[in-house]
């Protein structure tokens, strides 16, 4: 069973930074595009940043482009989102997730998103 497991989030203050990481089981993370999205209460889910299979395409949010970085290691088959100058807007649950193609098509849209994670909660006091 594929399993996606976040990890790193908690209670910052505004201008802190974090750093999330999601390690894949039973799927191997170099045939897949990696994306992290966030849900915030009473707000649909938006997408954040993804990575193409071999790092050769990344993209991000306007909203966090600058401040947020992913990475990915596909040796140790985990992708991580660095966040920096962390801000109350940016409060929600952060999930990562695969997507079955190396290309960076799709990469925003969550519906084209094969496997998800669970989700970590980032929570940013002003």
């Known amino acids: 069973q594929v399993q996606l497991l976040e990890s790193g989030g908690g209670l910052v203050q505004s201008g802190d930074s974090l750093r999330l990481s999601c390690r894949a089981f039973n799927l191997y993370l170099r045939n897949n595009l990696m994306g992290w999205f966030r849900q915030a209460p009473g707000k649909e889910r938006e997408f954040v940043a993804a990575v193409t299979c071999t790092s050769q395409s990344i993209y991000y949010a306007d909203s966090v482009r600058g401040r947020f970085t992913i990475t990915r290691d596909n040796a140790k088959n985990t992708v991580t989102l660095e966040m920096n100058s962390l801000k109350p807007e940016d409060t929600a649950i952060y999930s990562c997730?695969?997507?079955?193609?190396?290309?960076?098509?799709?990469?925003?849209?969550?519906?084209?998103?094969?496997?998800w994670g669970q989700g970590t909660q980032v929570t940013v006091s002003s």
């Open positions: 997730a695969a997507m079955r193609v190396c290309s960076g098509w799709g990469r925003d849209d969550a519906h084209k998103y094969d496997y």
